[in-house]
């Protein structure tokens, strides 16, 4: 069984830019979740999709971040314009309703 | 709000010896407690999965149990082994996870 893909795995870009991140669940997963993880914090949640449908974006500074998910499938985090805190591991993982939560390799953003 | 806690920060020990992580919470309303694993530079490895009406998992060496009453979870992990140093991360939640900052676990030869 294929794992969360993600791209890129690295980004580096300037204050200001925008950077887009891509992720592909495990096939079936239904919800889909991006983190950010700051160099030694654990990760925190910034949105939750059910199928296409957002559950939680509490956390998603949503004057600069966005995030869909195509056809209730794979998703894509944008970022505009960014910051110096941007700088983290965004991690995507999947699961089934209520189960265990599966984890892609993460982008590591470097802002400059 | 759910609040995760992870004691110790790092853990250092020799090959062989038996260890426990521990995780406390303050929301004992949980779904579920899963504990992962995180190597430098890489994503988390689920290692066990335990649902609300669970006290135990286990999977080869590992063993984590949960005590909803308590707002606590322990990793148990026997016969240590260098390849078992890693970061290990214990997240807690009803709708989504939350994460603790994690057990920096060094085994030594």
């Known amino acids: 069984e294929a794992g969360v893909a993600q791209s890129p795995r690295y980004k580096i870009i300037e204050k200001r830019q925008s950077v887009a991140f891509w992720c592909n669940p495990i096939?079936?997963?239904?919800?889909l979740y991006w983190y950010q993880q700051i160099l030694g914090q654990g990760p925190k949640l910034l949105i939750q999709f059910q199928n296409n449908g957002v559950v939680d974006d509490s956390q998603l500074p949503k004057d600069r971040f966005s995030a869909e998910r195509l056809k209730g499938v794979d998703s894509t985090l944008k970022i505009q314009p960014a910051k110096l805190e941007d700088s983290a591991v965004y991690l995507c993982?999947?699961?089934?309703?209520?189960?265990?939560?599966?984890f892609g390799p993460g982008t590591r953003l470097l802002v400059l | 709000k759910q609040e995760v806690t992870q004691i110790p920060a790092a853990l250092s020990v020799p090959e062989g010896e038996n260890l426990v992580l521990n995780c406390s919470f303050t929301d004992s309303a949980i779904y579920n407690l899963q504990w992962f694993r995180q190597d430098p530079g890489k994503g988390l490895t689920s290692l066990l999965l335990?649902?609300?009406?669970?006290r135990e998992q286990t999977s080869g060496r590992l063993n984590a149990s949960l005590d909803k009453s308590s707002g606590r979870s322990t990793l148990y992990i026997a016969a240590s082994q260098p390849g078992d140093s890693a970061t290990y991360l214990c997240a807690a939640g009803f709708q989504k996870l939350v994460f603790g900052t994690g057990t920096r676990l060094l085994v030594s030869p």
């Open positions: 096939s079936g997963h239904a919800t």
């Open positions: 993982a999947s699961s089934l309703e209520g189960r265990a939560e599966y």
């Open positions: 335990i649902q609300s009406s669970q």
